[in-house]
């Protein structure tokens, strides 16, 4: 059990391929007496994509479903996220300013090696797609 990300959501729309769910994601907090007092407390609604043609079948719009992704497949997103993106952008800097002298433009380089990681990223999008599913449990 511990091994799974789940949300409680809503279907929003079906497909042929995608089934659109819209979730609630909340902070910890949210669920406090005095969470409308606080700015600490936070709520968004998001859109999840499920490609999985066995969890379209028989479902319904407006129908509650409960949304699985394995843990392992968020540390995969976040490591693609945040920590590739941030090591890339630190040895970027540091190159750039051995080689330059500069902080201003070893800044602007480190920034701009950023570019070609998410141009990638969005390149395999189709394929991140397969790897980071969601099915409806």
């Known amino acids: 059990m511990r091994n799974k990300i789940r949300h409680q959501g809503v279907v929003e729309s079906i497909a042929e391929e995608c089934m659109k769910v819209r979730i609630t994601q909340s902070s910890a907090c949210s ?5 409308s007092h606080c700015s600490a407390s936070d709520q968004k609604e998001k859109m999840i994509d499920v490609y999985d043609k066995a969890s379209i079948i028989g479902r319904k719009v407006g129908e509650s ?11 995969k997103a976040v490591k693609l996220g ?12 540091a190159v750039s300013y051995q080689l330059t ?3 201003p433009l070893a800044a602007l380089i480190a920034l701009a090696s ?4 998410y141009l ?5 999008r189709d394929r991140l797609r397969e790897t980071f599913s969601f099915v409806v449990e």
């Open 101 to 103: 002298g500069s902080e």
């Open 82 to 93: 945040f920590i590739l993106p941030f090591l890339i952008l630190i040895v970027a800097l």
């Open 114 to 117: 950023l570019i070609p990681y």
């Open 120 to 124: 990638f990223i969005y390149l395999i």
């Open 65 to 75: 479903v409960v949304v699985v992704a394995s843990m392992q497949t968020g540390m």
């Open 31 to 35: 669920g406090c007496k005095i969470a």
